[in-house]
């Protein structure tokens, strides 16, 4: 194996693992595909990464690169994780995508967090009915009982975006709390 590949497949292992700590148990190094190559990691739904680990990083090509490979993949993102000289772990290296890239992460994160108190995109005029709510927080629950019992694995970033979830709906159920009206009225203001 020549020393780029050996660098490569390090820089590799290396992200797999981080993803894994960070709540994507199922992140896995990608065999290579040739003209129908899908990234380097395979495990993170919807998202192309390529990685890389060079003295110097050609970024308009490898950007290009990870978008085809996302077309082969039929990914919604693609981003290039690559390496930063002197940082040993991939919390501290770079990703690089292209700015549709970008703006698709910033929508799925508008509709993710839109509706919250202090959101100027808030769904001020949405309801979300209050049994649903319930039942979300019910099925969280457990979840983390069955990782706390051992019967499902996940990482500690998981678990800790369970607990966040948990945590912010069981706020959103409180603050309507006196409402009986069967509904959370999203973005209203609490007393």
Request: glycine fraction near 12%; include cysteine; proline fraction near 4%.
């Amino acid at each position: 194996m020549s020393v780029a590949r050996r660098r490569g497949t390090r820089a590799e292992t290396a992200v797999v693992e981080f993803l894994r700590t960070s709540g994507w148990p199922n992140a896995e190094r990608r065999a290579p595909a040739g003209a129908r190559d899908r990234g380097d990691v395979a495990g993170v739904p919807g998202v192309v990464v390529e990685v890389k680990d060079c003295a110097r990083t050609e970024l308009a090509g490898c950007v290009d690169d990870a978008g085809r490979e996302a077309g082969n993949a039929r990914a919604r993102l693609a981003v290039v994780w690559h390496k930063r000289r002197g940082r040993g772990s991939p919390a501290e290296w770079f990703v690089t995508m292209s700015g549709s890239t970008f703006a698709a992460l910033l929508a799925e994160a508008d509709v993710a967090c839109s509706g919250f108190p202090g959101d100027d995109a808030s769904m001020a005029d949405e309801t979300i009915p209050r049994e649903q709510v319930e039942q979300t927080v019910a099925g969280l629950r457990r979840l983390l009982d069955q990782v706390a019992d051992g019967t499902m694995t996940a990482g500690s970033g998981t678990v800790a975006r369970l607990e966040g979830a948990v945590a912010a709906l069981e706020g959103l159920l409180a603050a309507c709390g006196g409402a009986e009206s069967g509904s959370a009225r999203m973005g209203e203001e609490v007393p």
